[in-house]
């Protein structure tokens, strides 16, 4: 079955950097386009950032642009997040998933595989 296994995530001090990765195994990874998605305490799941099959376009969040970078590995059937100038507000359980194939964009309804998330804290 389709598995997506989130890591990286821990506690960072306002300012720092955390790289997230995500392995996928039971499915053809370079045939999906990937999303990373996080859900902040007492809130509702949003969206941070999107690559397609082939890196070949990326969109992220208006919150988190200029300051997080979304990359992949289809070699290695991963995918990776590079999180930079932290602030207490990207504090999350940080989500990768998997995008229904033959669809764009950020819509959560779209991606139909999704991890068990990895929890972000950044202190202020």
């Known amino acids: 079955q389709v598995q997506l296994v989130e890591s990286g995530g821990g506690v960072v001090q306002a300012g720092g950097s955390l790289r997230l990765s995500c392995a996928a195994s039971?499915?053809?990874?370079?045939?999906?386009?990937m999303g990373w998605f996080r859900q902040p305490p007492g809130k509702e799941r949003e969206f941070v950032a999107r690559i397609s099959r082939s890196s070949g376009s990326t969109i992220y969040a208006d919150s988190v642009r200029g300051r997080f970078t979304v990359s992949r590995d289809n070699a290695k059937n991963t995918v990776f997040l590079q999180m930079n100038s932290l602030k207490p507000e990207d504090t999350a359980v940080y989500y990768c998933?998997?995008?229904?194939?033959?669809?764009?964009?950020?819509?959560?309804?779209?991606?139909?595989?999704w991890g068990q998330g990895t929890q972000v804290t950044v202190s202020s």
């Open positions: 039971g499915l053809t990874f370079s045939s999906y386009a």
């Open positions: 998933a998997a995008q229904s194939l033959g669809v764009v964009g950020t819509n959560i309804r779209s991606y139909a595989y």
